[in-house]
């Protein structure tokens, strides 16, 4: 079994800082891509950031210059770095990997999900 674990959320004020960690344990082979998304009340879960396992990194628009995508491969895990935050960026992150278990099988694996909230 695979579990991804993340911490780091909680409430800040806009134009603070938060820094989210996922961690994979488990039967891991290897690990492909990984990243966050979020999920606000009422609106669809969409993309935040993604990092392959080359470590070239993709961003959503709305957080580009602000939030930063990182990996420590040795740990299995993923971080997000959340600085200037925005009430906007108000959401439950979830992490997720793309987790081989055996050379040849993989898999998406999501984390249970964390709350951030930015207040005015």
């Known amino acids: 079994q695979v579990q991804l674990v993340e911490s780091g959320g909680g409430l800040v004020q806009a134009g603070g800082s938060l820094r989210l960690s996922c961690a994979s344990s488990?039967?891991?082979?290897?690990?492909?891509?990984m990243g966050w998304y979020r999920q606000a009340p009422g609106k669809q879960r969409e993309l935040v950031a993604t990092i392959t396992s080359r470590g070239n990194t993709n961003y959503a628009d709305s957080v580009k210059g602000r939030f930063a995508i990182s990996r420590d491969n040795a740990k299995n895990t993923v971080y997000l770095q959340m600085n200037s935050l925005k009430p906007e960026d108000t959401a439950v992150y979830y992490c997720?990997?793309?987790?081989?278990?055996?050379?040849?099988?993989?898999?998406?694996?999501w984390g249970q999900g964390t709350q951030v909230t930015v207040s005015s």
């Open positions: 997720y990997a793309d987790i081989f278990t055996t050379w040849a099988t993989s898999s998406d694996y």
């Open positions: 488990g039967r891991i082979f290897s690990i492909n891509d």
